[in-house]
């Protein structure tokens, strides 16, 4: 079943601009990971946030989490063109066994178009 | 370091037929994931290994199986298929185990499987 749940679906914007994704989400989290998946290929990890921190920086990206919503947010500033991809948030579950195992439950991704 | 193998790349299957997809893990990955990737479901777990036992199942019918062996390598196989398991299947690897939850997975870029 899908706990996340991504918004907008699709988002098409031009060269240089910046790109928010929201992801929704709905039982306890240990923590939220973003992913994103060039046409046909596999997912490639882009940044983990734990539940007990509420903003994270790599590079162009800054994502924020609010555990209270429910929600995170994935920006992109600056977009390139070979930032079109989809992007998927994941969550990893609370509580947390321990033991090492973990499934992440995915949401249906937004499809971003970055127009040169 | 060479990324998570898949073979094969593509398959086109009978319904009826059973089919062995295969991961090879990034070296030192003893945990191995397998996901189902549809437009209509989006990333469902299927299950989870680590040093050869299989720690997490998702909601999938006995028809889907896996191993691993001692090298990390894992397969999975899907007997009786039906014309609804065509999908992108997807192994990813991680450092998972004690603590492992913050562990990134890295995917393979996917066996697309096709049943007609």
């Known amino acids: 079943s899908q706990q996340g749940e991504e918004d907008p679906q699709a988002l098409s914007i031009q060269e240089g601009e910046n790109a928010t994704m929201n992801c929704s989400y709905k039982?306890?989290?240990?923590?939220l990971q973003w992913y994103r998946q060039n046409s046909g290929r596999g997912l490639v990890h882009l940044i983990l946030?734990?539940?007990?921190?509420r903003e994270k920086h790599s590079g162009r990206l800054r994502v924020t989490l609010d555990t209270s919503k429910k929600s995170s947010s994935l920006l992109i500033t600056a977009s390139r063109a070979a930032d079109t991809a989809s992007y998927f948030c994941?969550?990893?579950?609370?509580?947390?066994?321990?033991?090492?195992?973990?499934?992440?439950?995915f949401g249906k991704g937004t499809k971003l178009s970055v127009i040169p | 370091k060479a990324g998570v193998t898949q073979t094969p790349r593509y398959l086109i299957k009978t319904r009826g037929q059973q089919v062995t997809l295969s991961c090879s893990p990034i070296?030192?990955?003893?945990?191995v994931s397998w996901y189902q990737q549809t437009p209509g479901q989006g990333l469902q777990f299927l299950f989870e290994?680590?040093?050869?036992?299989?720690?997490n199942k998702g909601n999938f019918p006995g028809r889907f199986s896996g191993r691993q062996f001692s090298n990390s390598r894992s397969e999975m196989n899907v007997s009786t298929l039906e014309l609804g398991d065509s999908a992108l299947y997807l192994c990813?690897?991680?450092?998972?185990?004690?603590?492992?939850?913050?562990?990134?997975?890295?995917f393979g870029n996917g066996t697309r499987l096709t049943v007609t």
């Open positions: 070296s030192g990955h003893r945990s």
């Open positions: 039982t306890s989290i240990n923590n």
């Open positions: 290994y680590f040093s050869e036992t299989q720690r």
């Open positions: 994941a969550t990893a579950p609370n509580p947390y066994s321990g033991a090492g195992s973990y499934q992440l439950t």
């Open positions: 990813a690897s991680s450092l998972a185990g004690e603590g492992g939850i913050y562990s990134p997975l890295h």
């Open positions: 946030i734990r539940s007990n921190e």
